[in-house]
């Protein structure tokens, strides 16, 4: 079984960052990544990053703010975030999925291609 640990939540003001980190244990390499559910709403993708090839996929609101890297030796992601505003305010969860869906168009959306999902982590940002 695969056990996703979560770090790096909590309080940030608009227009700063904060840095969550997913380490992965229990399982062999997996294509790794994030989504998010803000208060009252349904969960969503945010980012993941592809093994296979090192690919990275972002959905459009938090591109050019968001940054995800992987640390293959510790089996670690990380989500830089910056610029934060208040609609980034979620509980965050880290994901893990064993397929790499080469050739398909936006597998990473759909909540049932993965395999795994952490406990979630809460990241607030302040107006």
């Known amino acids: 079984q695969v056990r996703l640990a979560e770090a790096g939540g909590g309080l940030a003001q608009s227009g700063g960052s904060l840095r969550l980190s997913c380490a992965a244990s229990?399982?062999?390499?997996?294509?790794m990544g994030w989504w998010r559910q803000a208060p009252g709403k349904e969960r969503e993708f945010v980012t993941l990053?592809?093994?296979?090839?090192?690919?990275?996929f972002y959905r459009e609101s938090v591109k050019g703010r968001f940054t995800i890297s992987r640390d293959d030796a510790k089996n670690t992601v990380y989500l830089q975030m910056d610029s934060l505003t208040p609609e980034d305010t979620a509980v965050y969860y880290c994901v893990a999925a064993s397929k790499s869906f080469l050739g398909v168009t936006d597998p990473w959306v759909h909540d049932w291609v993965y395999d795994f999902w952490g406990q979630g982590i809460q990241v607030t940002v302040s107006p």
């Open positions: 990053f592809r093994w296979t090839d090192g690919s990275t």
């Open positions: 229990g399982g062999t390499t997996y294509n």
